[in-house]
């Protein structure tokens, strides 16, 4: 063994052992993180059962992490004090049972009667020399003259009948019974054919006496009503047959209503329907439904009622879009006025006075509707109490703050301090029209006592309509005053009354630029 091989003897033994020792201290190195980690594991499943029983356990803390049942949600609710009510213009009714007529109202347009439709026609070709009747929407009546026409038929026809007519005068008293007869036949025969053309016997009569021939042939109208089409003008060549012009006779008129496949089994032939146009404000047209039908248009789901209605003095034209409201039987059932309901797309509330100024929203299922009430098939019971005004400002207040407050919604009308009642005078309010419509002037009557009565007559008196910002709904808030000044034993002025809703009234009543008295009160306009 040369020094080269023990050599590499040598480098190979310390390798070796350089290797076996870095292997030992990586293996002690992991041993004790395995170690602990299959402990934790282990012990992992006695902790989790542990924490079972003490949840178990009673009187133990309930989990934080825990998700409550659904359904549970406490009810919306807010308390008012009796100024915070009279502020909203608050009203509230009890609950009760009554007829109810459920409404189906349809959008319906008037046609013309397919039934009274006439068509003035042509009995024989020729040329139209006259038009009586020259433009659409003209009337005319049965019998009138509409136009006349020439025709060399007529005017061979006319010569036939008086060529035999002369034949039977020649004939004598003395002729053979058989051509006197075949003469008659003759005679009889061209005066049919003239009728038949459409000349009258007058008209036939003159062309027997006279000597100079019919030529113009008058048309006279065959119906009377509107002239809703006209076919031909002066000078224009028609054959025998060719409508000159549709009458159409408009007494009577149809009213075709649209009505949704979900309603069709409210409706069959024979219900009273009545109808309404915006042309005819205050008006009431009564009418029959007369035919259904049968079909269902794919694109708007509705089917056409058929309605006959009497049209005295045209009142309805065709074209126009009315409103057909259908009579429906009614039924007594628990009630709630309209106003009553708040629809938040999800559901129908109404708010129940529990007493003590505290309101709370229930939640109704509601049946048929009626003009000014809903049927309730659930939610309510007879003799509860709920709110008719004010409660769509105080379902949005409770859906941002959580209860009523005096700030309704951050108004800046309701975060400052109210002024103190005046405890000395007695103040009245009143308006004319005591429900004014929005948008209009409204007159107000304030009227101011001592505590013995007597009128006080020497006051500055204004008058605040305010109606507060409503958050929920996009509205700010409003406000106009008025200065009245003294008539008599009271104060009158006027104020304009921008929108219709419930606005609360101030009246401040002050002598000298000394405040006496505040009073407030509301007012609900159209």
Do not use: C
């Amino acid at each position: 063994m040369n020094t080269r091989e023990k050599l590499l003897i040598v480098i190979g033994l310390a390798l070796g052992l350089l290797l076996a020792g870095v292997l030992f201290g990586v293996s002690r190195f992991i041993r004790p993180e395995s170690s602990a980690a299959k402990t934790e594991e282990m012990a992992a499943p006695s902790k989790e059962t542990s924490s079972e029983k003490e949840s178990t356990q009673p009187g133990g803390q309930q989990d934080v992490g825990a998700v409550a049942p659904e359904g549970t949600q406490a009810p919306q609710s807010a308390q008012l004090t009796e100024d915070e009510q009279r502020s909203i213009g608050l009203q509230t009714v009890i609950v009760h049972h009554q007829l109810i007529r459920p409404k189906l109202v349809a959008v319906a347009r008037v046609e013309e009667p397919e039934t009274q439709l006439a068509s003035i026609s042509a009995r024989v070709g020729g040329r139209i020399d006259k038009l009586h009747v020259d433009y659409t929407g003209q009337p005319v009546r049965r019998g009138q003259p509409v136009a006349e026409i020439y025709s060399p038929e007529i005017l061979s026809g006319a010569e036939e009948y008086k060529l035999a007519l002369e034949s039977r005068k020649r004939l004598g008293v003395g002729a053979e019974p058989q051509a006197v007869s075949g003469a008659d036949d003759l005679a009889a025969a061209s005066r049919r054919r003239l009728e038949l053309w459409g000349l009258t016997p007058q008209q036939i009569d003159m062309i027997a006496s006279s000597d100079k021939p019919q030529i113009d042939l008058t048309i006279y109208s065959s119906a009377n009503g509107i002239v809703t089409e006209r076919k031909v003008t002066q000078g224009q060549y028609v054959n025998a047959g060719d409508v000159l012009y549709t009458v159409t006779d408009l007494s009577t008129i149809w009213v075709k209503a649209d009505v949704y496949e979900v309603d069709l089994p409210q409706v069959h032939p024979g219900q009273a329907v009545e109808i309404t146009a915006e042309s005819l404000p205050g008006t009431k047209i009564n009418g029959k439904v007369g035919f259904l039908e049968p079909m269902v248009n794919g694109q708007t789901r509705t089917a056409a009622a058929r309605i006959q209605v009497a049209n005295p003095g045209m009142r309805l034209r065709p074209g126009m879009f009315v409103q057909a409201r259908f009579a429906l039987s009614g039924q007594h059932a628990l009630v709630v006025p309209r106003s009553a309901v708040v629809d938040t797309g999800t559901r129908k509330l109404v708010y129940l006075a529990k007493g003590n100024g505290v309101f709370e929203a229930h939640e109704v299922r509601l049946g048929d509707v009626g003009d000014d009430y809903y049927s309730v098939s659930a939610g309510l019971k007879d003799g509860d109490r709920i709110v008719t005004e004010g409660n769509f400002l105080l379902d949005s207040q409770t859906r941002l703050t959580g209860g009523m407050s005096g700030r309704f919604g951050g108004s800046k009308e309701f975060s400052q301090q109210a002024v103190p009642e005046g405890r000395q005078l007695k103040v009245s309010f009143r308006s004319d029209p005591a429900a004014p419509q929005g948008g209009t002037n409204a007159a107000l009557y304030v009227s101011v006592q001592d505590v013995g009565g007597t009128p006080v007559t020497d006051a500055q008196v204004s008058v605040t309509i305010f109606m507060p910002a409503m958050p929920a709904m996009g509205m700010s808030e409003m406000r106009e005053e008025a200065t009245l000044s003294g008539k008599g034993t009271q104060y009158a002025g006027t104020i304009k009354i921008p929108t219709s809703g419930t606005w609360t009234v101030t009246v401040d009543v002050s002598r000298g630029g000394q405040a006496l008295a505040s009073y407030r009160t509301s007012l609900n306009a159209r």
